[in-house]
């Protein structure tokens, strides 16, 4: 049966496990093999991308497919033609599907049409190849990623909730910390804490301060997504990722931001550029991880 990418719950912890050995083999090893060779994969983009559509690009093309991007403009569908004709029309022509657009329960709809594998580059409510990324990153940063705790800041969105479900298949605890009316969903809150790895724990509070003593990575992303009406940026004012926030972690506590950043608001230019940073380490780190679930779902 084929498989999607469009929560990272899709694949239980063992299977999240293999992604990242073999994240770390296509990072470190010798893969002169192209196992994509011959395959067509399409990136249908409704919504701005740099990393997203680069790093799943250049993967492609690094294994041997040939990238197709795809814009909505450029297909029928703007003249009227229904979904249903659309992906009958890429099955049998395409051999996956990238999709970015907001509007998740749309994605999930391709999914269910298309014979072959669709993966999640982002929509309003999750991002699980950013998370995958995210997660390889701070293993190859703290090694063993069970028992870690890591603390997010700023807005409960899309980033946030596949965190949340990245950090409970893998036993980290994780600690968000936003306004009160920005907090994650309450239905991925419950979801991520129904598969949560034994002892691990889900912690949502208002209180920017409250885990960052003993916390091993903090992490943060914009105030506003794309797609977000316009907020009142005032209140996330004290969930800023900065110096004097900085001051009362570890020196060993890394700094994670999905990227872009909007610096000086929900990090500041000096912690984002700090030595604390590894966010460059982990937006290069896309290109290994997008690699590892294209053969999954392409090679299994
Ligand atoms: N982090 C991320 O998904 O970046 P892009 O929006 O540039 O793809
Ligand atoms: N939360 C951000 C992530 C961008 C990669 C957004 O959806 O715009």
Known sequence: M????????DFDANEIYALLKLTDHLKHGIYSEQPLK????GLWFTLPSTRTRLSFSAAIAQLGGVPLMLSSSDLQMQRGESLEDTIRAMTGLLDALIIRTENHAWVTEVAKLATFPVINALTSKLHPCQSLADLYTIYEEKGDLTGLKVMYLGDG?????SL?????????????ATPKAHQPSKEIY???LNMAHLHTTLTLTDDPA??????????????????????????FEPFQVNQSLLK???PDCMVLHCLPAHRGEEIT???LEGTQSKVWQQAYNRLPAQKAILINLLMH
């Not at 084929?2 to 719950?9: M, R």
């Not at 011959?38 to 994969?41: A, M, Q, R, S, V």
């Open 2 to 9: 084929k498989k999607n990418f469009l929560c990272l719950s």
């Open 190 to 192: 419950h979801h991520a």
């Open 38 to 41: 011959g395959k067509t994969i």
């Open 210 to 235: 409250s885990a960052i003593s003993n916390c091993d990575v903090i992490y943060t992303d914009v105030w506003t997504s794309m797609g977000d009406t316009s907020k009142d940026k005032s209140v």
């Open 248 to 250: 009362n972690a570890s």
């Open 157 to 161: 969105n899309n980033v946030c909730h």
């Open 269 to 271: 230019h000096d912690v």
């Open 164 to 176: 949340m479900i990245a950090c409970a298949l893998t036993g980290i605890h994780l600690t968000i």
